[in-house]
């Protein structure tokens, strides 16, 4: 990573907020460089959508916070992972609420804390008490917000991801289509301010890892989901930058357990179902943290996400319409969810 930024051809990008994380050779074989329309597809039609701040121009000065106010409906603040802790945690004094102008939430009630990645992504870790939306990709997002309103009606929102991106463009999307939704709404009450937690989950776990002092707590459950041959971290990865993980938080670092035979677990394959390819959870095999990706037992006894799937493998015949488990994601995604 250091020598690849020390080349003259990536000193305009150095201000940008690289993530390293530790990691094998085997992770990365290629460097691959994509030309893309839109990084992170929201689904909108950039045609009609131009956000009115390009994603750089947020920062989290008070100058800038006092300029965005003037400039915007509704002020998107990013929050370092410590304020981001320290407003979860509701701490009278922490720096958010003497540094911030904005009113900060006066109950725990007030913050809706929303997860904006793919289910198969918040099933594997999550901040506890997050809304995590059962979309299954980001173009999905919109639509679950449009039809959810009533949740963010007179919230603080906190919004938090893998490493801040997707933040960056659902925080703008909401501030450009939920809340003039919101304002048009007679029974509904415009979002009161947008938080996001700078730099994702990562920078989270990577500030926990770094700064943690014993009575204090880890808020992220779980592994982060990534999008390499690692699949995840848990904060046992940042372990170079610091001391062991204490054991409370070993007992947090895995919250999902395999499909086959409920072990905790968190090693993710593809059901094998033709057309299918949803993610499923089963045991790793044996040594698996440095070797290749290879099949386990559990997931050879049962290498489909439900039965409507498993005979589908057995019987050699591509399913019809939706599985079981995914006909409930669906349903489970068009249900309007209770605000609290
Ligand atoms: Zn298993
Ligand atoms: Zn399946
Ligand atoms: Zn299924």
């Not at 890892?209 to 999008?227: D, T, V």
């Not at 204490?246 to 033709?274: D, R, V």
Request: hydrophobic share 30%.
């Amino acid at each position: 990573m250091h020598s690849f930024l020390g080349s003259p051809f990536w000193t305009p990008f150095k201000k940008l907020f690289f993530k390293p994380t530790p990691g094998c050779k085997h992770v990365f074989d290629d460097l691959s460089v994509k030309l893309v329309q839109e990084i992170c597809p929201l689904g909108v039609d950039q045609a009609k959508w131009k956000p009115k701040l390009s994603w750089d121009d947020i920062e989290t000065t008070q100058s800038k916070i006092d300029s965005l106010k003037l400039e915007e409906d509704l002020p998107r603040i990013k929050l370092s992972p410590k304020d981001f802790h320290s407003l979860l945690k509701g701490s009278a004094n922490s720096e958010v609420s003497s540094r911030d102008r904005l009113q900060p939430p006066a109950q725990d009630t007030d913050i809706v804390l929303l997860d904006v990645r793919n289910y198969y992504e918040s099933a594997l870790g999550n901040f506890e008490g997050a809304v995590c939306p059962p979309i299954r990709n980001f173009k999905s997002l919109p639509n679950y917000l449009r039809k959810n309103l009533s949740l963010f009606s007179k919230k603080t929102l906190v919004t938090y991801c893998t490493g801040g991106i997707r933040c960056e463009k659902a925080t703008a999307y909401i501030r450009d289509f939920i809340q003039p939704e919101l304002q048009s709404k007679p029974d509904l009450e415009p979002i009161n301010a947008v938080y996001m937690l700078e730099g994702g989950i990562h920078n989270y776990l990577e500030w926990f890892q770094a700064s943690k002092s014993p009575e204090e707590e880890c808020l992220f459950q779980g592994r982060n989901y990534i999008f390499d041959a690692r699949q995840s971290t848990s904060l046992s990865d940042y372990s170079i930058h610091s001391t062991p993980t204490p054991e409370k938080q070993a007992s947090k670092s895995c919250i999902t357990k395999c499909g086959f035979c409920s072990a905790p677990a968190a090693h993710l394959y593809k059901c094998t179902s033709q057309h299918c390819h949803k993610l499923i959870v089963r045991c790793a095999p044996l040594n698996a943290q440095d070797a290749p990706v290879k099949p386990s037992n559990c997931y050879l006894s049962l290498p489909s996400c439900c039965l409507d799937c498993l005979n589908s493998v057995k019987t050699k015949t591509k399913k019809v319409g939706l599985c079981e488990c995914e006909l409930k994601r669906v349903q489970a995604l068009e249900t309007v969810q209770a605000s609290s």
